[in-house]
């Protein structure tokens, strides 16, 4: 069976024959900062001397891109301190010189790791209906990544969209369309946000969004729009136009919570304090309407 093809990014200087090390392996090395960690299946980065080795725990971005990839660390030289800061900062390994052999195989088994890390949370974490993460997964995810915003301060933020609809579709095309129209919008979220944002079921009409980092404040708002305004757009299930509406409650860090339940607490409640009829609401600081009338209202 021909190896699965995996994209490494290389961060910084990375030696000339680490390129040809991984020629064969399935591993193609690309040159990238290491804010694109999550674009990749791994990270490479390069320590020449124990100075650069203890230099690494203080990386910018280090946390995320072990969160978001497997991070392998090549190390010329040794030091015990720094290598257990790194792994507890979440870096998978930390490997030899490159010109010793394995790293190929180092790589491959980072990679492999993580992939394992992350299906063992979804086989425990998954709303069945919807095959997103449930409630307890978006908790914990958010814990884990606001215990990296306290090292790597930067704004995030969490949506919760309460969906209008659902009912109305079970009841006018049975049961499994309302089942059916849940998935779709699900699917229309997740397709209207970056890779590495996360949509969750939180409820039966219920989906929360976490944008964990933002390059503005005020890139929470806009998000919440740019969804309501998908959503807007009628929704064929059964070969039948649906209607749904969301209100949206916004919470953000730091500034509205600095833990994982008070946000999705303060977000609850603004998503249920709108009131909505087919179109889109959004919650935040002040509530307001998004736009005027909904362009699905009249396909109900």
């Known amino acids: 069976m021909a190896a699965s093809n995996f994209s490494v990014l290389g961060v910084g200087v990375v030696p000339a024959d680490v390129a040809l090390a991984l020629v064969g392996s399935g591993l193609t090395l690309q040159a990238g900062p290491l804010a694109d960690a ?3 299946d791994a990270v490479l980065l390069h320590a020449a001397t124990t100075a650069d080795l203890q230099q690494l725990a203080h990386l910018k971005d280090l946390s995320q891109a072990a969160f978001d990839s497997a991070v392998v660390v090549l190390a010329d030289s040794a030091d015990t301190d720094a290598e257990t800061a790194l792994l507890h900062l979440g870096v998978e390994a930390i490997h030899g010189p490159a010109n010793s052999p394995g790293l190929a195989r180092a790589l491959r088994h980072a990679i492999e790791r993580k992939q394992l890390e992350r299906a063992a949370r979804t086989a425990y974490a998954t709303d069945l209906a919807t095959g997103l993460p449930h409630q307890a ?3 914990e995810h958010m814990t884990q990544l606001l215990a990296l915003r306290e090292r790597e301060p930067a704004p995030m933020v969490l949506m919760v969209l309460r ?3 659902f009912d109305q579709a079970a009841a006018r095309l049975g049961v499994e369309a309302g089942n059916v129209l849940r998935r779709k919008v699900a699917v229309r979220l997740r397709s209207g946000l970056r890779a590495s944002d996360v949509v969750a079921a939180i409820g039966p009409d219920a989906f929360g969004v976490l944008l964990g980092r933002l390059e503005a404040k005020t890139d929470g708002e806009r998000v919440a729009a740019k969804l309501v305004k ?6 064929l299930v059964a070969g039948q136009p649906c209607a749904v509406g969301a209100a949206v409650g916004l919470a953000q860090y730091p500034e509205h919570g600095k833990d ?3 946000l999705l607490q303060r977000a609850s409640a603004q998503a249920g304090s709108v009131a909505t009829l087919g179109g ?6 002040s509530v307001h309407r ?3 009338a909904a362009a699905n209202e ?3």
Do not use: E, F, N
């Open 38 to 40: 999550a674009d990749h």
């Open 163 to 165: 969906i209008h609809g």
């Open 260 to 262: 994982a339940q008070s």
């Open 280 to 285: 889109g609401a959004l919650a935040s600081a």
């Open 230 to 235: 998908s959503l807007q757009q009628p929704i």
């Open 290 to 292: 998004i736009g005027g």
């Open 298 to 300: 009249d396909a109900s």
């Open 137 to 139: 997964q978006l908790v």
